[in-house]
């Protein structure tokens, strides 16, 4: 069931869309920690809202067909970043793509990439998202696949990422 409201603060009205809270289970949250929904050893997939449903399943999927372990991390802050997380994704040297609903400009990835720049920390990451061209509107999967952002977009690049990582 989806509902939308608008929520007035001063000047500035914000659209909002009611969704079932499924990785909340009514307990506080620390700020700025993000939640490892699945481990996975061969590449982890960063994300926030309502897709993560859909990437855990992909995971899944891709687990059981090409035998690649994916990890999902529910990146329920991104500001503050959860360093811890971050950190342990360097130290691991697990690919990371990061997929992004919204744009790629001052997105996750690219506050993720910041962090990892000032450090000087080597990663792999990849960014998927919505690059800063004017977009037709739609329904949703129309809209993502238009923008190479379906599920079946982020299957091939995971295969993609973790084929060039075994072949190098």
């Known amino acids: ?44 997939i960063v994300a926030i809202g309502p ?8 995971s899944d999927e891709v687990e059981i067909q090409n035998n690649i372990s994916v990890g999902v991390v529910n990146a329920r802050y991104i500001k503050p ?18 997929y992004e609903e919204a744009s790629l400009i001052s997105g996750l990835g690219s506050a993720m990439l910041e962090y990892y720049s000032e450090t000087g920390q080597t990663v792999n990451m990849t960014r998927m998202g919505v690059p800063d061209i004017p977009i037709v509107h739609g329904d949703i999967p ?13 299957k091939n690049e995971i295969l993609e990422i973790v084929g060039a990582r075994i072949n190098e």
């Open 1 to 44: 069931m989806r509902t939308w409201c608008w929520i007035s603060a001063g000047f500035v009205k914000f659209a909002c869309e009611k969704i079932e809270a499924k990785y909340l289970d009514w307990q506080l949250i620390p700020v700025g920690k993000w939640d490892v929904l699945k481990h996975g050893k061969d590449i982890v």
């Open 51 to 58: 897709i993560l449903d859909d990437l855990i399943k992909l």
């Open 81 to 98: 970043l959860d360093l811890e997380v971050m950190n342990a994704f360097a130290e691991a040297k697990v690919p990371i793509l990061v």
């Open 142 to 154: 129309s809209v993502l696949s238009s923008l190479n952002l379906s599920l079946s977009d982020v």
